[in-house]
T-cell receptor
């Protein structure tokens, strides 16, 4: 059983669409991480949040600790947003990762 | 530039060869970790360290060794490479195990033939 579940696994959107990626977790956590990985590229930390909402440019991350759920939103999506988005939570001495959401934004 | 430096970016090994993947950070992070990323498997923790002189195993430690003699460096050693170790390897560091942001290295794509 994976402690972190992401949905959807794959997502195709048209440029300009509003995108939501969901992450649910089953363990108590102190913080949740959202990461981005472009094809063939490295991994970049987008957000770390423990409550409420954070915004960076067109990206917004929210978390509901009681419901053990987080969402990553992308407003006015662009082809350069095409990437794998991964959520991760601390569990013991490690980060546990979701399987990732593959996002493709078409122009 | 501050960050995590990972070398090499690409490597091809023959079965049975050994090699060391280098990882260095200049942010004075206590926590460093190694992951492998395989298609359909996501990121899996190989080994981690919570400070100089302290290392521990992750989910998939077999066939790998680590040491942490300084805060800055956390090399990953493949003792006798096997085709099953073909993967992309990432090093990451943080002030602590999960309550602070992580910085990832650019990755090493390793092929064992």
């Amino acid at each position: 059983k994976n402690e972190v579940e992401q949905s959807p696994q794959n997502l195709t959107a048209q440029e300009g669409e509003f995108i939501t990626i969901n992450c649910s977790y089953s363990v108590g956590i102190s913080a949740l991480h959202w990461l981005q990985q472009h094809p063939g590229g490295g991994i970049v930390s987008l957000f770390m949040l423990s409550s409420g909402k954070k915004k960076h440019g067109r990206l917004i991350a929210t978390i509901n600790i009681q419901e053990k759920h987080s969402s990553l939103h992308i407003t006015a999506s662009h082809p350069r947003d095409s990437a794998v988005y991964i959520c991760a939570v601390p569990y013991g001495n490690k980060l546990v990762f979701g399987a990732g959401t593959i996002l493709r934004v078409k122009s | 530039n501050a960050g995590v430096t990972q070398t090499p970016k690409f490597q091809v090994l023959k079965t049975g060869q050994s090699m060391t993947l280098q990882c260095a950070q200049d942010m004075n992070h206590e926590y460093m970790s190694w992951y492998r990323q395989d298609p359909g498997m996501g990121l899996r923790l190989i080994h981690y360290s919570v400070g100089a002189g302290i290392t521990d195993q992750g989910e998939v430690p077999n066939g790998y060794n680590v040491s942490r003699s300084t805060t800055e460096d956390f090399p990953l050693r493949l003792l006798s490479a096997a085709p099953s170790q073909t993967s992309v390897y990432f090093c990451a560091s943080s002030y602590s195990r999960g309550d602070y942001g992580y910085t990832f290295g650019s990755g090493t794509r390793l092929t064992v033939v």
